[in-house]
């Protein structure tokens, strides 16, 4: 089977390589997380407010402003939407047997084939990391190659923050540098399945590893 990745699974193994194992391969904890339920709750209305102009449930009403003005963008708009690369940057299904990184774009506004605005809505904390900027942009541009630039954000919805980048065709080969060595390190750990625990703040309440020496301890 070919090896296959997406920006959460390499996140979540340099986090920690043994909660990777059990949460994303062995699938054998559960995350029972709650605020990884409202998340995908936010998910799914911001979808269905920007896709279908249904209106936001009363706990996301607050957020009205920013979706009214991501649905002003003028171009062609797209939620959700499913992006697979091969391991020749060749545009694949997202199913495909080929497919060896995927990625899921919450929102896409394409102008003129030429620009394109891609955003990832973020529930959690603002966390400054332009990984997940790259990868969304460089797909984007393997598929379209008639794209000149495209305009990246990370919208922390909950503490009105946003991280922003801009990308062009030339930005590729500095993309891939940077990344391709972060993710020759999942791939052998996936090849020779070794996932060392690696203690981090996420030991003591946020990890139900319970077989792992640091769970509930973490770092000090």
């Not at 193994?13 to 029972?32: L, S």
């Not at 545009?91 to 060896?100: A, E, I, L, S």
Request: glycine share 4%; hydrophobic share 35%.
């Amino acid at each position: 089977m070919t090896f296959a990745w997406s920006y959460s699974r390499l996140k979540n193994y340099e986090t920690c390589p043994k909660r990777h194992w059990h949460y994303d391969i062995a699938k054998d904890v559960g995350d029972g997380n709650v605020a990884q339920g409202e998340g995908h709750d936010t998910h799914k209305a911001f979808e269905q407010r920007v896709s279908h102009d249904t209106p936001l449930p009363l706990p996301l009403v607050q957020h009205e402003a920013m979706l009214a003005k991501l649905c002003s963008l003028p171009g062609e708009r797209y939620t959700e939407l499913k992006l697979a690369l091969t391991e020749g940057y060749q545009p694949v299904g997202f199913f495909d047997k080929r497919v060896w990184f995927r990625t899921v774009i919450d929102f896409c506004a394409m102008i003129n084939d030429k620009v394109c605005t891609v955003i990832d809505y973020k529930t959690g904390r603002p966390q400054p990391d332009t990984t997940q900027l790259q990868l969304m942009s460089a797909t984007v541009m393997h598929y379209m190659p008639k794209v000149r630039r495209v305009r990246a954000a990370l919208l922390f919805v909950n503490h009105n923050k946003v991280e922003r980048e801009e990308y062009t065709p030339e930005s590729l080969p500095e993309i891939w540098s940077e990344v391709l060595p972060r993710v020759a390190k999942l791939e052998m750990a996936v090849k020779t399945t070794d996932f060392p625990p690696s203690p981090n703040g996420l030991c003591k309440r946020y990890c139900n590893v319970t077989s792992c020496p640091y769970h509930g301890r973490g770092t000090h």
